[in-house]
């Protein structure tokens, strides 16, 4: 999937991306991020992604620029 980087929370290091599809947003962790540091991410940056399932829900994982 591709999207965009809604909402990025610095000090817990997890974020939300926005899916270009329009579903819902989805949570991404900073240990899902592949080729790419949290510090290096900004809001509005493009993003590839897949999405698995968590005990609390859908989650980002293979977080890439895109």
Same mark, same amino acid.
């Given at each position: 999937?591709?999207?965009?980087?809604?909402? %990025?929370?610095? *000090?817990?290091?997890?974020? /939300?991306?926005? +899916?270009?599809?329009? =579903?819902? *947003?989805? /949570? /991404?962790? &900073? =240990? &899902? %991020?592949?080729?790419?540091? /949290?510090?290096? %991410?900004?809001? @509005? *940056?493009?993003? =590839?992604? *897949?999405?698995?399932? =968590?005990?609390? @829900? +859908?989650?980002?994982?293979?977080? &890439?620029?895109?």
């Amino acid at each position: 999937m591709t999207g965009t980087i809604k909402t %990025l929370v610095v *000090d817990k290091n997890f974020g /939300f991306i926005t +899916p270009e599809d329009g =579903s819902k *947003d989805t /949570f /991404f962790h &900073a =240990s &899902a %991020l592949s080729g790419i540091t /949290f510090a290096e %991410l900004q809001q @509005g *940056d493009k993003v =590839s992604y *897949d999405v698995e399932e =968590s005990e609390k @829900g +859908p989650r980002a994982i293979n977080v &890439a620029r895109a």
